[in-house]
């Protein structure tokens, strides 16, 4: 029997710089997978107001207004990477075969992927059936995987790692993973039970402590870590962010991120945002890609 071709579903595909987190600024292949179980309708509002402005660009869509994930309005309110989020949207993210996709990545690094490095992110690219498939097509490209200076995933922190994806990273992959953790809070508009996930934080955390050690030598791997940042604006958001930390067990490596996917929003909120994580004595994440791409898709 012929065996099927897998194909994953990519919402976009693109060489910039980290704009977030503990590798802000380095060289860094984004791969952005399409879904995510989480919609964050309520950034930017007040909890009273209803989110208005993805539902308009859906009807939009529908209407035949837009053509393909460029034409699309970047959102001022809601989730700020809403095409590869909101299920609506799925017909403009394009099924990969593994090698379209590798040839895909390939291409984007002109065949030299040394000194980058390779960022799943989404959407969420912890999802069960992206786990799965993910696993398996590192497994296939490991060794182009492996020139890559580190992986990272960038999740909302609600998916338990897979046996079959630890099982591909600690077997196969020699580089630094890192895990970029974005748990949502009160402001995001999605329910605490959906959005902080406990088994999920506590099955990276092992996860971490199975890859940091070399699969070879022993000896420790540096940049094999996790670190939490959360989306704020008010004092009441960070307040919550020490109630969330203390819930999921983790108080290190905690970074506040300014609310805003376009510069007007950003801009407002960052001076404050700033002061606030001197206050608390947490980390400060600016948003490099807002003021220097615009947050265009792409960037």
Partial sequence: MEQKIQTIKVNEAFLSIQGEGRFTGKTSLFLRFFSCNLKCPKFGLSLDQEQVEIPAIIERYKAGEFKCLADLPLSKTGCDSYPASWSEFKDLNPDYTFEQLYQKLYDLVGGKPEGTDLVFTGGEPLTKPTQKKLAAFMEQYADFINRYDGITFETNGTQVITEQLLLVLHDKIKIPVMFSISPKLACSGEP??????????????????????????????????????????????????????????????????????????????????????????????YRVHVPVFRNEWGH
Wanted: aromatic letters at 8%; a negative charge.
């Fill in 192 to 285: 605490r039970n959906k959005a902080i996930v406990p088994a999920a934080i506590e099955s990276i955390k092992n996860a971490v402590e199975t890859l940091k050690v070399s699969r070879t030598t022993g000896d420790a791997i540096a940049n094999t870590d996790m670190y939490l940042k959360f989306v704020v604006i008010t004092e009441e958001d960070v307040k919550e962010v020490l109630e969330v930390c203390d819930v999921l067990g983790y108080n290190k490596n905690v970074y506040l991120m300014p609310e805003g996917g376009t510069i007007a929003e950003y801009n407002s909120h960052a001076r404050q945002v700033a002061d606030l994580a001197i206050k608390y004595r947490l980390l400060f994440c």
